[in-house]
């Protein structure tokens, strides 16, 4: 009784920045969402019912930033998945300069996304980009190609850009998790004749699985919020084709001062965020554990 | 004595939690304003003369980003906080209107003689205008530019182009790797002024009085110059371009003619171009005007003060001073009259008839629809007609809204 007392105080401190940051926040959006708070009311709050959400129902700007950014975040995930099991694999096994290997691998993670995103935007660069030039070279192009200028690569290159980046945060988690397995059960499946492949499918998978549902869960909620790399690199363009929901509420938000409005679609957001949680949850969380 | 700490806890984390309060004195008085990057110490040399002048009143001024919009959005977030932390705002034109109508900007207008407002250049002053009401002490003209190539031109024997037809025309005698025309086509406010400025050349208009006119013929004509330009006298990347991308294409040597501002002039003066390289500037047929200045927010401590840092801020000094530390454009008259620099004659010449864009609180949500519409024509995923009659849709019911 006593020790559980003082394992409450201290919680306390992470459990008021949790209000504070966390559930003060979303109380606040959920109550701002139904009223009209902006210019014409010189922000002073007016109730407004459900208006701010029928208004949302009927955007279907702000529907098709949404199922933009849902496509965005199945594959830039999906890819980072990919690719990050791959790399930890490989960092796994011990080789010469593997240290130096493995600090290298993080940092596209360390570097601020809008200094990338410059970068990018010149690499793709249909006069100066090293992308075309490279193809060109290669003989891929005959003449050079505006990579941000068109809809489809333009999201293709914003999707490239964040996988590059986000990648090594994968295979950072992915590879604490292969740590953790015991060396001797692969041992133990050589001695029984298992195969490379059947060793990664029936041991590594299974016993990486909270890991890659923590790394996928974690890489899914930054994803749906992406926000620098397409505000640096695209503006939301070209013809709005890489508009985000999160560029689209930052706008409402801050841009056009509209807030009773910008906090309904903040909430629907969080809305499709939970669902898409706990389909998560249901496809990798479930099941076998460590444990 | 035990369980009385045990009780203090809670409240000894509050405290470390709490932001430490800014100590404040009553002397001397303070102003305080977000400013662009100071890489050349520019700002910093002036303050340093005001408060040479004025012993009694410092300035402190924090770098913010160099982008408009983010200090737009520090700013906003201070303001909607109802925190008082700044004294004067270095606002970009367009952050005008809506400032002055959320109540936030002091109205300047009564409280200097109309001659001393008629120093101005009227495009600068007309930029911090709301409602016929002045909000902002203009520091900087700043106002779409055509540059071109002047060695090119006179080999080509044609005199600079008055219209946009005529450009294309130029344009199209450009031979390869040279490109006819770069200007800014990238989906953001840069392509809301080219696109004014071509719309204005057409006779056209965006908003006008309450009137919507993107879907007039001119708006299709002005939209069908840039469509057709993107791939023939523009490179095709001409739309993912904001302005440093169409400068050092043209500074390389690889344009006839670039649509940017006069920040361009100074660098084209300070880099060393390729051989031959001569640089004209010439009038747009309808310049988009985008300056700084400064205003005073309503909730500022000291009017008093901020009253005086605007009238030593618009001294001919004062104006001579950001102008030779840091080439900042000068929004005086004067300055313009005096000047033996054929350069700076020029660049005044091609600006003084330069027109704010529309003056309405809504401002960023109209410039939105017109970006977004714009961008999709310019690269195919929509006919112009068609990604007009859109945006005059959306612009009717954003001014139709209560």
Redesign the interface.
Known sequence: MKSSRAAW?FL??LL?LVAVFAIYPLVRMLVLSFTTQN??T??APVFAGAANYQRAWHDSHFWETVLRTLVFTVTAVGLELLLGLAAALALHHSFVGRGLARTAALVPWVLPSSALALGW?WI?????GVLNDLLQRGGLLSS????????GSAFAAVILADVWKTTPFLTLLLLAGLQTIPTELYAASALDGASRWQQFRHITLPLLRPVIFVAVLFRTLQSFGIFDLVYVM????????T?TVALYTY?NF????DFGYGAALLVISSGILALLTAALWLLVGRGRSLS | MGRRR?FL??FL??LA?APILPGRTAEPAELRVLMEPDGRGVWRALFDEFHRRNPDIRVRAVEGPAST?AR??MY?NAL?AGSQDYDLVYADTIWIP?FA???WLVDLTDLWPAEKWASFSEAALAGGTYKDRIYRVPTQLNAGILYYRKDLLDRLGVAPPRTYDELADIARRAEAPVNGFVWQG???EGLTCNFLEVLRGYGGFWIEGGEVGLDRPEAEKALEFLCRAVGTIS??????YAEE?SR??FQSG?ALFLRNWPYVSNLLAEAELPPGFEVGITPLPAPTFGGAGFAILSSSRSPEAALRFLEFVSSPEAVRLLYDRGGVQPALKSFYENTDDPRQRALYAAMQNAAPRPAL??Y??AS?IL???V????????APREALRQAALETRQLLAR?
């Not at chain 1, 050079?144 to 809809?151: E, Q």
């Not at chain 1, 801050?254 to 001062?257: D, E, K, S, T, V």
């Not at chain 2, 490179?235 to 993912?240: E, I, L, R, S, Y």
């Not at chain 2, 961008?375 to 929509?382: D, P, R, V, W, Y």
């Open positions: 105080w306390a401190p008021c210019l014409e010189q922000f935007i793709f660069n249909d006069q100066f050079p190609v505006a990579w941000l200028g068109h809809p695209t503006g939301g363009g070209p013809g709005g084709a508009e706008r801050m841009r056009y001062l | 045990r806890l809670p984390w509050l939690a919009d737009e959005d906003v909607l809506k109508a959320a109540g990238k989906q953001y490179p095709k990347g001409v739309t993912t991308e050092l294409l690889r609180p809504q960023a949500r939105d970006q977004r519409q961008s999709a024509a310019l690269t195919g995923q929509k209560p």
